[in-house]
């Protein structure tokens, strides 16, 4: 059991974590006027829980998905009884007409294990005992399970109506936006990455590539592209060789490229197509050729949006990609990780990149704005 001092200065360490994502051990000394070992200390029992983990050398730590994901606010009395206590409905949508399934009152272990089947890109998992398919899903959503007790009676007042309409389970089919009574959609806390994408990355890890990263864009998005370029090579200490943007100075083709055959080849000899997603480039034949050429070979491929609603611009089944906000800082961190996972490279310590993070989150939010 945790002494209350202990208590209170995981307190006041989540709570000058709120607006960071990475701190140091010096820092978090001084702040909470405490010793260098009884930091150290600190960060063990934050990294046991998997709230921390290790980004950098000297001292550097940052919160991890997990760590980012837990409510500042909350007091970190207990947080495996908290996480025991929580529960979640699931929306399972299917492109079959009346197929669509609802999972009531899910634990937090259970969604987890639902978001790392996903993200592996399992055919299908079981939950309490039933079998769900996900490799056919087209939607998937997840909200709390606030005021569970009121489920029955909105289930019972849905099957009652003579227009209810049941699934193939004979289960009541609800609309997806039917679950927000009972909480807010919590999806982005738990899905980071599309479906298979963990598949890819192994399958990836066998082949021969040309490239580390195809940066797929418009040709309006090029000032943004060129950002996220020297911030993969500064990030990774990788050669311009090593990256292609095409509107981008020092990573374009040479000159006398056949370009549509080196492009072709390229997108799919590349280790990681990252796709900036935005108006533009929904008009681009190119990038919609790109980002379907490789999610149809299933090939890794991470888009990178304005801000979370640069989904719903894709058509079709693209739309249910997972992707990550370039206006957000956090998410912009966890770029630089899903990156460095994707191309097997070790980012270098966050000090040498940052500066270009807020950079990129400056200019991308002042053109959203």
């Given amino acids: 059991m945790l002494s209350l001092t202990t208590k209170a200065q995981l307190d006041h360490f989540l709570s000058l974590m709120k607006d960071r994502s990475m701190i140091t051990i010096k820092e978090v000394s001084g702040a909470l006027e405490i010793g260098l070992q009884d930091a150290e200390n600190l960060f063990e029992i934050l990294e046991a829980k998997g709230l921390v983990e290790i980004v950098g050398k000297p001292d550097y730590v940052g919160l991890t998905r997990k760590g980012r994901n837990f409510k500042l606010e909350s007091k970190f009395l207990d947080i495996k009884k908290e996480n025991m206590e929580q529960h979640f409905n699931v929306y399972l949508g299917y492109s079959i007409a009346n197929t669509d399934r609802i999972i009531v009152g899910v634990f937090l272990e259970d969604v987890e294990t639902l978001a790392e089947a996903f993200e592996i890109g399992s055919d299908s998992i079981f939950i309490a005992g039933t079998k769900y398919e996900l490799s056919t899903l087209s939607s998937l959503r997840i909200f709390k399970s606030d005021r569970p007790e009121e489920y029955n009676d909105y289930l019972s007042f849905k099957a009652s109506k003579e227009d209810v309409i049941w699934n193939r389970h004979n289960e009541v089919l609800f609309h997806v936006n039917d679950l927000a009574h009972f909480g807010p959609e919590v999806t982005r806390d738990f899905i980071k990455q599309s479906f298979g994408t963990k598949k890819q990355i192994l399958n990836s890890s ?35 060789e090593r990256i292609r943007c095409t509107s981008a100075a020092g990573y374009k083709f040479k000159g006398g490229t056949k370009t549509m055959e080196t492009l072709r080849s390229e997108v799919e000899r590349s280790k990681l197509l990252i796709v900036i997603i935005s108006e533009n480039a929904v008009k ?21 949006f304005y801000n979370e609603d640069g989904a719903s611009l894709l058509p079709g089944p693209l739309s249910n990609i997972i992707g990550l906000a370039m206006s957000d800082n956090s998410d912009m961190h966890q770029f630089i990780t899903d990156v460095s996972e994707y191309i097997d490279v070790k980012p270098q310590q966050p000090k040498v990149y940052n500066q270009l993070i807020n950079e990129l989150v400056l200019h991308v939010v002042a053109l959203d704005s």
Avoid at 220 to 226: E, F, L, P, Q, S
Avoid at 285 to 304: C, D, I, K, N
């Fill in 284 to 304: 681009s034949h190119y990038v919609l050729f790109e980002l379907g050429a490789r999610w149809g070979l299933q090939m890794s491929h991470l888009p990178l």
């Fill in 206 to 240: 066998s082949k021969e590539f040309d490239l580390d990263v195809f940066i797929s864009h418009s040709h309006k998005d090029k000032a943004v592209a060129k950002l996220i370029a020297d911030l993969i090579s500064k990030a990774f200490n990788l050669t311009n």
